[in-house]
């Protein structure tokens, strides 16, 4: 009797460790490496759910979401590909990303969008903000990802990368902030007042569409390049004084990375 319920048991494992084989055989056939292999690319992974930390992550999940826009708006990304666009209401579409990591509330006059995804290489998410609606104040804080924003009017624009990257174009704003780690940043548009730019690793372009004599700077650079249309400071600090008439100003702090400033 033990001996037949052995057998049965080495039947079944052998069985399983067949099936392992197979499966990992056929990933390795889809990507080529196996170090390439991940749960996304499990032939059957579009059938299961995986339990990833404290993160229920549905694989191939698509998901909508309405809210509502206040006049200042935070977004705060981990690790997604997203684009946010106008349009005519209010709304989040994401692909990939688990219910539990997009996140939506409100402060006072403030709408909160946080994705804590980690899922980075096969999640996008598309924000689209009614064109009819005001915005303030936008703040975008990215750790990973990259971000791409088009055409917006605000008051106020704060954007901070880690190691992702940030892509804004056509954007008309007063006064801005923009704070890069490891990452890139690219702005293009009409910054109106101040600017105040700190990069520390990373790299940081605007392109701007008024003349450089309308802008006063200051400078402080280290190991780190600045470059004003086709003047260039390392290892500097220079204090250029706003022009008469304008109140137009470029507050830089380079480290070790790169700022460059590009005039009409």
Known sequence: MRNNIFKKLLIISIVFILIGFLLLGIGIAKKGNISDISYNHWPFHNYFIFEYGQHNIETDNKLSKTFELKENVDLEFDASDVDIVLGNENRIDAKNIGKKDLCVDYNGNKTNIQIKNHNHKNSYVRITLNHKQKINELNLDVDVGSVHMDSMILDILNLSCDAGDIDVKDVQCNNGKFDVDAGSILVSG???????IDCDA?????????????????????????TLGNQSFNGVVVDND????????????CAAGSVEINFK
């Open 190 to 196: 009409a910054l109106k007042n101040y600017v105040e």
């Open 242 to 253: 706003v022009p008469v008439g304008t109140s137009y100003l470029f507050d830089i702090q």
């Open 202 to 226: 990373g790299s940081v372009e605007v392109n701007m569409q008024k003349p450089k004599d309308s802008f006063g700077y200051r400078i402080e650079s280290n190991v780190g390049k600045v």
